[in-house]
C-alpha cells in the first residue's frame, strides 16, 4: 500500500497559482497510477487529476482541465499537481491517493486518507 502526504497549499487571490506535493511512502509507488482529489465544505470528495504509473497518460476533471497539470517523480516518489488561474470554487481541502482507470472516471484505490492539504482561494 502507499501512504502519502499531501502538502503545498494556503491562500491565494483568484488568479494565481500553487504546486501541491504529495510525498509517497514505500517502494512501490512508481507500480500505481495516481490521483488528486478534493473535497470542498458540505460537499462530496471528487476526482480532480490521474496520470498513469509510468506518466504517459493524464487525466482531468473538466473543471479544471487547462488550469491544473499533474505531474510525478517516481526517483522521489512524489506527485505534484501544478495548479494556475485558480479561482474560488477550487477552493477545498486536496487529497492524494492510488487510483483505478475505470469507467466514469478514476478512482480512489485504497479506503485512507491522508489529512490533505488546505487551498483557499479568495475572489
Known amino acids: 500500500q502507499v501512504q502519502a502526504a499531501e502538502s503545498g497549499g494556503g491562500l491565494v487571490q483568484a488568479g494565481g497559482s500553487l504546486r501541491l506535493s504529495c510525498a509517497a511512502s514505500g517502494r512501490t509507488f512508481s507500480n500505481y497510477n495516481m490521483g488528486w482529489f478534493r473535497q470542498a465544505p458540505g460537499k462530496e470528495r471528487e476526482f480532480v487529476a490521474a496520470?498513469?504509473?509510468?506518466?504517459?497518460?493524464?487525466y482531468y476533471a473538466d473543471s479544471v482541465k487547462g488550469r491544473f497539470t499533474i505531474s510525478r517523480d517516481n526517483a522521489n516518489n512524489t506527485m505534484y499537481l501544478q495548479m494556475n488561474s485558480l479561482k474560488p470554487e477550487d477552493t477545498a481541502v486536496y487529497y492524494c491517493?492510488?487510483?483505478?482507470?475505470?469507467?466514469?472516471?478514476?478512482?480512489?484505490?485504497?479506503?485512507?486518507w491522508g489529512q490533505g492539504t488546505q487551498v483557499t482561494v479568495s475572489s
Open positions: 496520470i498513469t504509473w509510468s506518466g504517459s497518460a493524464r
Open positions: 491517493n492510488a487510483v483505478l482507470l475505470v469507467v466514469g472516471g478514476p478512482k480512489p484505490l485504497f479506503g485512507s
